[in-house]
């Protein structure tokens, strides 16, 4: 069992920035395909970001593309999202996911942190 524990989120201004981590423990983190979900009030929980295992190949929803970063340190068993140029619309609890096969359909989830853009 993978446990999965979000920090780093906030309050911030449109424009601003905020880094969001995720650590792991209880599982093989370098084995695992690491991603982002967002799931704003009233709607779907929706991909944001993903990393493969190695941190080679990177991918992004077209929403986020060019303003958010995924990253990854297998030493520490650590995922980040680096959010850049934020606007109100990425208001949403963000959660990290851990996918044995397929980045897309996590097998586990962290808890979500907050995250609120003000306008």
């Known amino acids: 069992q993978v446990n999965l524990v979000e920090s780093g989120g906030g309050l911030v201004q449109a424009g601003g920035s905020l880094r969001l981590s995720c650590t792991a423990s209880?599982?093989?983190?370098?084995?695992?395909?690491m991603s982002w979900f967002r799931q704003a009030p009233g709607k779907e929980r929706e991909f944001v970001a993903g990393?493969?295992?190695?941190?080679?190949?990177?991918y992004y929803a077209d929403s986020v593309k060019g303003r958010f970063t995924v990253s990854r340190d297998n030493a520490k068993n650590t995922v980040y999202l680096q959010m850049n140029s934020l606007k109100p619309e990425d208001t949403a609890v963000y959660y990290c996911a851990a996918a044995v096969l397929v980045l897309t359909t996590p097998n586990y989830w962290g808890q979500g942190t907050q995250v609120t853009v003000s306008s």
């Open positions: 209880g599982g093989p983190f370098s084995r695992y395909r």
């Open positions: 990393i493969s295992s190695g941190g080679l190949n990177t």
